[in-house]
């Protein structure tokens, strides 16, 4: 009894065809996931975090969340993001959106976000700023949209994903941790909460810092850090917690 012949592989073009198709159907079953590690555009962060991140930084065209035991310390690793976004997209404005939209000048400057492209957006109800990040997002004039407070559910969630790609900018939620998470179709989720600068004396309270948790990152891995800002040199230096504690001790 003969064994069938087995089937031809295929050509080099029909290989390519089959590639093609499956990488679409990924994109249709999970957004987040189209373009992963094949060249999306990213923001750097500092090597600690970006080695952690599949893209090897902070992906653009990409929605994000930070959960913020404190609302300056949420608002000022936030403030660095878009910082970044608006050196990588330049010419494009950045959208504030809030309830009661607050931002000082001085203080983002500091952090490298200059406010000359900031739009400030009021939103009085959760749906209206997200329905005006969406819009923005999907806009290739907007570089990146930050959400004060406004918490979506997955199907919210993932058309500010897809207004992202559309758009090629960055959105970011930033909330209280006080809020139960829950799911998320962000690729990133941090927590963010406050931490004395070492330089810090009773007259001067030195350079913003912070405790920086990974949570989840699709493909990547959660990781906890203490992060100080040098605005001098306009870097985020990032150490493991016990590094981080050793520096502390010889200082001391």
């Keep these: 009894m003969t064994q069938p012949d087995a089937a031809p592989l295929p050509d080099s073009m029909d290989r390519d065809a089959l590639l093609a198709g499956l990488r679409a159907r990924i994109a ?62 330049p010419g494009r404005s950045i959208l504030w959106i809030a309830s009661e939209p607050d931002a000082y000048p001085p203080g983002l400057a500091s952090l490298g976000l200059s406010a000359a492209s900031l739009i400030l957006v009021r939103a009085a109800r959760p749906a209206d700023a997200l329905w005006a990040a969406e819009e923005g997002l999907r806009s290739p004039s907007i570089g990146a949209a930050l959400i004060f407070g406004a918490v979506p559910d997955l199907t919210a969630a993932r058309r500010l994903q897809l207004a992202a790609e559309t758009g090629g900018g960055i959105g970011l939620l930033l909330r209280s941790d006080d809020q139960s998470p829950g799911p998320t179709a962000a690729l990133t989720r941090w927590r963010l909460s406050a931490r004395p600068s070492p330089e810090a004396t009773p007259h001067h309270l030195g350079e913003p810092g912070w405790e920086i948790a990974l949570l989840r990152a699709r493909g990547g891995r959660p990781g906890t850090w203490a992060g100080e800002w040098n605005a001098a040199r306009g870097e985020l230096t990032t150490l493991a917690p016990a590094q981080a504690a050793s520096i502390k001790r010889r200082r001391a």
């Design 28 to 89: 249709r079953l999970d957004p987040g996931l189209a373009g992963f590690g094949a060249g999306r555009a990213t923001l750097p962060l500092s090597p600690e975090l970006d080695a952690h991140l599949p893209w090897n930084g902070l992906p653009l065209a990409g929605l994000h969340e930070v959960l913020a035991a404190e609302p300056g310390a949420g608002m000022g690793f936030s403030a660095l993001i878009l910082a970044r976004a608006q050196a990588a997209l």
